[in-house]
C-alpha cells in the first residue's frame, strides 16, 4: 500500500535494556526479518538489502544483482541456504526472489505485472505453498498462491466478502499483514480506510470471512500493521498511525474466536506498533514493537511490560531467549534480556 519514508527518528547506540544493538553492515530501512534457528536469521529492506547470520551476533550482506533499487519488505527463510525476499512497490517493483545456496545465486522467480499492483507480505505453508498478500482492484483484496513446488503463482478467486472499502489496503511496514498458522488458515489485516479490518480463511484460501478491527482509523496512515496467531482461536493484531507514532488510540486487539471477535488493548508501548508475534516455545508470551519501542505480554497480550523504547520495524524470535529487532538505519539488535517464559502464563 504505502511505501513508508526512512525515518528520522535517532538511534540508540548502546544496549537498550531487554536488546543488544550489533554491529550493521548497512544504514538502510530494515523491515523483512525472519528467524530460522537461535544462531541462523536473515533480514531485507530498502535499496535491494538482504542481510544474514549464522552465529546470532554477526551479520553479512548478500548481493542480490540487479535488485539495487528495489524494497524487500518481507523475506522467509528455512535455512542459511534457502531464503525466499519479496520486494514491495507499484506494478513491477513487487517482485520475489528465490536463493537455494546462501545468497551466491538469486532468481527472479515471479514479477507484479499488473501496473496498478502492490504486494505487500508473503508467507509460506508446510506443504510447499507460498502466499502473497496485496492490495486491493476493484474486486477485492488480492491473495496470490503458488503449486506446493513454489514455481506457478497465480491469484485465488475473490469472493464478495473481500469487496475493499474506499481507501483500503494493506501496510508493507514489516512483513507481517499476512500470517499463516497452517496450510488452511490464513490472516491479513488492512488500514487506510474508515474501518481497520482481518480477512481470514480456514480452507486454505478458497472462502474468507472478514471484520472489522476496533484500531485507529479514518486515515491513510492509520490501521492494523501486523497479525499473529498462537493456534486457530487465539490471535493478536497490532497497529496505529505511523505518522503520528504517538496518536492516542487502543494499538492492541486480541481474539479467542478465531477472529470472529475482538477486544482492543492499549498496550506499552504506547502508540504505533507495525509488528507483534507470539515467542516459539511459550504459551502465550507475545512481543510487539514499533517506531515508539518494544513491549512483551504474557498473557496473549491482555497486560504488557514495556521493553525498550528503541525504535524498530520489526521482530522475531526462534524461542523465549534468541530473537531479533530491526529498524531504521540498518538497526540490527538481538534480545538480551530475561528468558521470555520465566513469567507464569496465562491459560
Known amino acids: 500500500m504505502t511505501l513508508f519514508p526512512l525515518t528520522a527518528i535517532a538511534q540508540t547506540l548502546a544496549a537498550d535494556g531487554a536488546w543488544q544493538r550489533l554491529e550493521s553492515p548497512v544504514r538502510t530501512e530494515l523491515r523483512g526479518l525472519s528467524v530460522v534457528s537461535k544462531q541462523i536469521a536473515w533480514a531485507s529492506g530498502a535499496q535491494g538489502t538482504v542481510l544474514r547470520t549464522t552465529d546470532g551476533e554477526h551479520w553479512q550482506q548478500i548481493p542480490v544483482p540487479g535488485a539495487e533499487k528495489l524494497d524487500f519488505r518481507a523475506i522467509r527463510a528455512f535455512s542459511d541456504q534457502v531464503a525466499w525476499i519479496m520486494s514491495a512497490g507499484p506494478g513491477e517493483q513487487s517482485r520475489i526472489f528465490v536463493t537455494q545456496d546462501g545468497g551466491t545465486h538469486w532468481e527472479p522467480r515471479f514479477i507484479n505485472t499488473d501496473p496498478n499492483g502492490f504486494w505487500n507480505a508473503i508467507t509460506a505453508s508446510a506443504d510447499g505453498r507460498f502466499t502473497v498478500f496485496g492490495d486491493p482492484d476493484a474486486s477485492g483484496l488480492q491473495f496470490w498462491q503458488t503449486d506446493t513446488n513454489g514455481q506457478h503463482l497465480q491469484r485465488l478467486n475473490t469472493p464478495t466478502a473481500l469487496r475493499p472499502l474506499p481507501a483500503e489496503g494493506a501496510f508493507a511496514a514489516s512483513g507481517t499483514c499476512l500470517f499463516q498458522l497452517n496450510p488452511q488458515s490464513l490472516w491479513a489485516v488492512t488500514g487506510g480506510a474508515e474501518r ?91 512481543v510487539a514493537g514499533g517506531l515508539t519501542g518494544s513491549g512483551v505480554s504474557h498473557d496473549g497480550g491482555i ?45
Open 303 to 347: 497486560h504488557w511490560r514495556q521493553l525498550s523504547t528503541t525504535p524498530v520495524n520489526t521482530i522475531a524470535f526462534a524461542d523465549a531467549k534468541h530473537g531479533w529487532a530491526i529498524g531504521p538505519k540498518g538497526l540490527l539488535m538481538r534480545y538480551q534480556g530475561a528468558p521470555l517464559d520465566v513469567q507464569t502464563d496465562s491459560k
Open 196 to 286: 481497520a479490518r482481518i480477512a481470514y480463511s480456514h480452507d486454505g484460501g478458497l472462502q474468507w470471512q472478514i471484520r472489522d478491527l476496533p484500531l485507529a482509523a479514518g486515515a491513510a496512515s492509520r490501521g492494523a500493521f501486523s497479525v499473529s496467531f498462537r493456534d486457530t482461536q487465539h490471535g493478536i493484531v497490532a497497529g496505529g498511525d505511523y505518522k503520528e507514532i504517538h496518536y492516542d488510540s487502543p494499538n492492541i486487539a486480541v481474539t479467542q474466536d478465531g477472529g470472529n471477535s475482538w477486544q482492543s488493548i492499549r498496550a506499552l508501548p504506547a502508540g504505533f506498533l507495525s509488528v507483534v508475534t507470539h515467542v516459539p516455545g511459550t504459551n502465550n508470551t507475545v
